[in-house]
């Protein structure tokens, strides 16, 4: 009778135009919805506004996608709580989302073209692109991926025209593969702590702690951080995902996380494990003092698919990011 009833409730709101709320059973269940909406992370989803224990979020370092912008959406399930963790991404329950939405400025204001869920399942976490219509009222599954034509202005004001790659869905292991395993980036406390944003969501009861030395990250392009700080925490988020002892890259001996005691580790004068083409005939990593040198900064600005360094997510060189290791490279001591 229970069931009866619930389902008699979210017919007649769907019927009144109302927003029935986070459908729940589409995040755990197998399979995946054909459209974003049937989901109901939002209340409005053309203006993409959120539903009830829908909270939206930004890192204070955040992943370079060919300049594409970014939204940012945690959903907890009612009664749900995260789980605290100094260093690992807050620890999320099952029937727990991740939604990402990329797009671009136009006409002065946003539009999307794809939405990247995390969703976590009994099984674990599973991740699932949707492709925006052109009207930008729903988005959909598509699986495959696909390639969407983009122009845009970027913040030199250079007009750019590029083919933005939606990743198929065994794509998005390649950045969110630990150990094998589907897992979270962004929400790790330090890319968090800023504006308020740890507090909110204890303040909310969606967090079960937050200790007063909770860590922050630099944010890359803040000049009154310490350009060491700044380097650290854009190689984390743009590069750590893979080089880390546990992820894609790491039989290259080649470690980005911001704590990295060891020096050759995080690559200043580390050779390559595998010479090739991917070196540019440089013979470091990072050698300190001179960043025309180093395989790092080689790798950044090259879109050659070969040699191209992170390998998805761009068409395009993060100028003003390079720049900021260039400096950082330049100003590091020479042995």
């Excluded at 009664?79 to 099952?94: E, H, R, T």
């Excluded at 083409?277 to 090259?302: C, K, T, W």
């Excluded at 191209?308 to 003003?320: D, F, N, W």
Aim: net charge neutral; with cysteine; charged share 20%.
């Amino acid at each position: 009778m229970k069931a009866l009833l619930a389902a008699a409730l979210l017919l007649g709101a769907a019927l009144l135009g109302r927003p029935a709320g986070v459908n729940d059973a589409a995040i755990v269940a197998d399979g995946y919805p054909a459209r974003l909406s049937d989901y109901g992370f939002f209340a409005d989803l053309a203006k993409r506004t959120p539903n009830a224990r829908v909270t939206g979020y930004d890192l204070e370092t955040p992943l370079f996608s060919d300049y594409a912008g970014k939204e940012r959406y945690l959903y907890l399930p009612a009664g749900a709580k995260a789980g605290y963790q100094s260093d690992a991404p807050l620890d999320l329950p099952v029937g727990a989302a991740l939604i990402k939405t990329f797009g671009y400025q136009q006409d002065g204001a946003f539009k999307p073209l794809e939405t990247r869920l995390l969703l976590h399942r009994a099984s674990g976490w599973v991740a699932i692109p949707y492709v925006w219509n052109a009207d930008g009222t729903d988005a959909d599954l598509k699986r495959a991926g696909t390639r969407i034509p983009v122009t845009f202005t970027d913040p030199s004001g250079e007009r750019r025209s590029i083919s933005y790659a939606v990743p198929n869905q065994n794509q998005c292991k390649d950045c969110h593969a630990l150990e094998g395993r589907i897992t979270p980036i962004g929400t790790k406390a330090r890319y968090l702590n800023h504006r308020g944003q740890l507090e909110g969501l204890l303040a909310a009861g969606m967090l079960d702690r937050l200790p007063r030395d909770a860590p922050r990250i630099a944010r890359w392009d803040d000049g009154t951080a310490p350009l060491d700080e700044r380097a650290r925490a854009y190689l984390e988020i743009n590069c750590a995902h893979c080089h880390n002892p546990a992820g894609a890259a790491s039989n290259s001996g080649l470690f980005l996380d911001w704590r990295q005691p060891n020096p050759i580790a995080r690559g200043l004068y580390k050779r390559p494990v595998a010479a090739g083409r991917g070196s540019g005939g440089h013979d470091f990593a990072i050698q300190p003092g001179s960043a025309q040198e180093s395989i790092l900064i080689y790798r950044m600005e090259s879109t050659d698919p070969g040699v191209a360094m992170p390998e998805l997510g761009r068409a395009t060189v993060h100028k003003e990011g390079v720049a900021m290791l260039r400096e950082w490279i330049d100003t590091l001591p020479a042995r």
